[in-house]
Every structure is written in C-alpha cells, then in structure tokens.
C-alpha cells in the first residue's frame, strides 16, 4: 500500500486564541506533523492571537515546547521543527475591543497566501465580536474561512442566534463547525466501507439488522471542567453532537455524490426521520465516589447537582430503510474503559439446522471501533475445530489499521490534522451543517425539558464501573446485552 500525501496550496490561518490548551495540545502539534509529512507548504503562515502580550520569539518558544509535550517523536526532527517555527507568527488582539486588529490586517495582507482561514479556538461568546472585526477591517474576503468549536450553543434558541450571528459576516460554505469525532480514520472508513463496497449495502437495512449500538466510554471524570459540564450534561455535551454524527453515519442514505452538500443533506434526513423518545427509553446517570475515585459533585464542587455524566437511550429512525431497529446510543466518563466503536448487531439465521449446537444470539455482528485500536471487526459463526461431533463458536474477522497497514508507508493523520487540511482544501464534507445542528437541538430539547420538568436525579453507578444498573435493564428486557466497556 502506497501512501499518497497530496500538499495543500500555501496558506495564512489566524488561530484566536492561540494560547489556549487546544491550541497547545492539537492544533499546533497537528500542523507540525502535516509539514513533516509533506502536506503542509513551507511557505504557510500561522498567525497566533491571544491575550497573551508575546512577541514572535516568545510565540515560537511556546510552539516548541507544546510540540516537545505532545509530539515528542517528532520533535527530534530539528530541521523541520526549525522550518514550522519560521511559519509562525503573533500579534495580540483585543477580540473586543480594536487593539491589534489593524496590526493583524497590515501582517495577513502582506505577502498574502491563496487561502486565508480564522480558528475561533475561543468560547462562542466570542465568535460574533471576531467575525464582524474580521469582515469590518478588511481581513475577511469572499473566500476566507472560519472554524469554529463546539458547543454550538445551548439549545435551539442560542445554536440559531449562533448561527445568525456567524451568517451575518460570512456564507455559509465559509463556516467550518468543527467536531473532531468526523476526522478520525474509522469513521470515514465507516462511509467507504458502506458505499464502495456491493457486500454490506443489501444486508444494512431492517429486514437483516437486529440493532445498532453506539458507544462512547471515558475514563475521565469532569476534573478542570465542572463549571461548563455541570450546565451541559452528557446530553449537550456528547448526544447532541459526538453521537448523533455517529449515528448518522451509520443510518444514512447513499448520497448522489461524495460532495459535502450531499453528505449533509442525507444526513439531515435522519435527524429529521429521529421519532421522540419515551422517558421509559432513556436512563441518566452521575458517578460516585469509589475507592481513590471522586464523585461527579465532588468534581463539580456542587453537592446538589442534578446533571448527568452518563446517558443510555433507545432511539428509533422512522423511514424504509430501518423501522424498527432500534438504535442504542451510551456515553458516559468516569467508565472502565475508554473506548468509542458502533456496533452493527445482525439478525440470527431464519431458520437453525444445528439444533443441538449452542449459537450465542446476535452472532454475526460488524464493529467499528474509533478508539483506542481503530479498526473494523466482523463477528462470525464457525465449526469449533476438533473431534466429537459439530460445536459452533464464534470468531472475529479482525482488521485493526495498526496490524493491517504494518510496514506500509502510509502517514495515519490525527483527527483535527485531517480537519484542518481539510479547512484549508474547502472541502466541508466532514463539517456539521448550520441545519443540521438546529435539527439535532430541535430533537434533543424536548428530552431536557422533560427531565427539568419532571426534576428527576440521575441513577448513580460506581466511578471506574460499566454504568447505572439501569443502563443494563434498558437491554434487557428486550433480550439484548451491551457490549461490554472494555479495551
């Protein structure tokens, strides 16, 4: 296998908020790394803002030891390090004020690149001051990016204020609504591996799928975030956006073409096809104190808090392709395990002709794993080898991308590494939709309110466990099972 690194045109991207631990521990380290693997052009320039009152100097000092922190491998290569330092730049701006935007038009403007992109790694309260400075000083052009971070907004009302606000200085193909879940590796193969291949399109549908399980696992708690967690939950801050791309993935239509609007488009239609979910269907649930183990309000320094650091639902799409089907969706930190996979849980044979032999329901399954082996593994059933009559067990047909690609020379970038080329390219096929986030609020709203309604307290399960007993009890008392939290 042949690795194919196709460079980027020449660039100037404004990062605002340049200081800033994001910045520090992905997208600067992420830049290196595209310049060491030839994608990105030397002749690039990278424009730190922040509050900070640093220089040049001070600004590449500070590149060089994030990178030596979080690119270690690849700090040791001087030359190239030496070579991204000289790409760099910085000018403090006051965000809300007009100091340092002059100064910043006068430097983007002057030996000006092709492509011209703006990372608003700053909280949304910001992202309207900066794109009306942006377009107000002459810094935007037509043609300009900008990329933004979630959250987008808190609910409906503030995702569409957020996106009236972007929209009023920039189109909409300039808006870059960054999740880093859509750059991983496994989750763009989920899209080839449906619709390049003639095998799986005729069994991914109702008539052969038993169900789909969606998992996100961490083993962190909210340590160093409570205030933004305690106001968000489980559902704001995962559901809403991580899962629910996952799950369109997953569920979607074949687009006409693999063309950003085409993706979006199908991927909208499930949102829209999501039915609302029953209260009995969804399970909440808050970590507690187990051994060394804080809990969830100790974390959050709230003793009263009622938010959720954990959810499981059932959620069902109503269109031809998967009535029926439920789909079940787990998020939850302070688990045993970090592990992010979609499990494509297939529907027994018709009809056994083994019937003395032992077949585990749910045998053939297709899973995709996301973190932290990506890979893709087949479950199937086979004759157990040896003597003594027919035994059937079930194997893995395992293809982990660490195994499988063993020896090839292929660069396996780093999500928000792929996002940004992909920022630079302008292509927006693994970016949200501004319609495709007010869809999502418009589904998960009505669930929130519910629950604030109701004041019902989250099912507390032990830190460093698999989650509240009721997430176990939603499976099964349908005859199902969770895969389990493991690595």
Not at 182 to 206: C, Y
Not at 228 to 252: E, F, I, K, P, W
Request: aromatic share 8%; net charge negative.
């Amino acid at each position: 296998m042949v690795a194919r690194i196709i460079p980027v045109d020449p660039f100037d991207l404004v990062i605002f908020g340049a200081s800033g631990d994001l910045a520090r521990r992905k997208i600067l380290p992420g830049l290196f790394r595209r310049l060491i693997a030839g994608q990105m052009p030397p002749n690039a320039r990278i424009i730190g803002s922040a509050r900070s009152k640093w220089d040049d100097d001070a600004f590449r000092k500070e590149v060089s030891n994030a990178i030596k922190e979080f690119s270690p491998k690849e700090y040791k290569n001087t030359e190239k390090l030496n070579e991204f330092l000289k790409t760099l730049h910085y000018l403090p701006v006051d965000v809300l004020g007009d100091t340092g935007w002059k100064e910043l038009a006068a430097l983007i403007k002057k030996d000006a690149n092709p492509v011209r992109a703006f990372y608003l790694s700053v909280g949304p309260s910001l992202f309207d001051d900066i794109a009306e400075r942006l377009t107000k000083s002459g810094i935007a052009t037509k043609d300009s990016r900008i990329v933004v971070e979630k959250p987008f907004g808190h609910d409906l009302e503030t995702a569409h204020q957020l996106n009236e606000q972007l929209r009023r200085n920039f189109k909409e193909h300039q808006i870059y609504r960054i999740d880093h879940y859509l750059g991983k590796e496994t989750v763009q193969n989920l899209m080839a591996l449906r619709f390049a291949n003639a095998l799986l399109e005729p069994v991914w549908n109702a008539q052969h799928v038993d169900h789909v399980q969606i998992s996100v696992s961490e083993t962190i708690g909210i340590e160093g975030r409570g205030g933004y967690y305690d106001n968000s939950g489980a559902m704001r801050d995962m559901v809403q956006n991580h899962l629910m791309q996952l799950l369109c993935l997953t569920a979607m239509e074949p687009p006409a073409r693999f063309e950003a609007n085409d993706v979006r488009d199908e991927k909208l239609k499930v949102i829209r096809s999501l039915d609302p979910v029953e209260p009995d269907d969804i399970v909440r649930g808050q970590y507690r104190a187990n051994g060394k183990a804080g809990s969830y309000k100790d974390d959050a320094e709230n003793p009263d808090s009622r938010t959720e650091s954990f959810i499981a639902m059932k959620v069902h799409i109503s269109n031809w392709r998967w009535t029926g089907v439920p789909f079940y969706l787990r998020t939850g930190k302070k688990l045993r395990a970090r592990m992010s996979e979609i499990a494509v849980i297939f529907k027994d044979p018709p009809h056994s002709i083994f019937p003395n032999a032992e077949i585990r329901h749910g045998g053939n399954s297709l899973v995709i794993r996301l973190q932290p082996d990506e890979g893709i593994t087949m479950h199937m059933i086979i004759k157990e080898p040896g003597q003594g009559g027919l035994r059937l067990t079930e194997v893995p047909l395992d293809m982990s991308f660490a195994d499988a690609l063993k020896g090839a020379p292929l660069d396996i970038a780093d999500a928000y590494e792929r996002l940004l080329m992909d920022v630079i390219r302008g292509d927006q096929t693994l970016f949200m939709r501004g319609d495709e986030v007010e869809a999502a609020w418009a589904w998960v709203d009505p669930i929130i309110e519910a629950w604030q309604h109701a004041g019902d307290t989250p099912e507390p399960y032990d830190a460093g466990g698999s989650g509240p007993d009721g997430s176990l009890a939603l499976m099964h008392r349908e005859d199902r099972r969770w895969r389990p939290i493991e690595v």
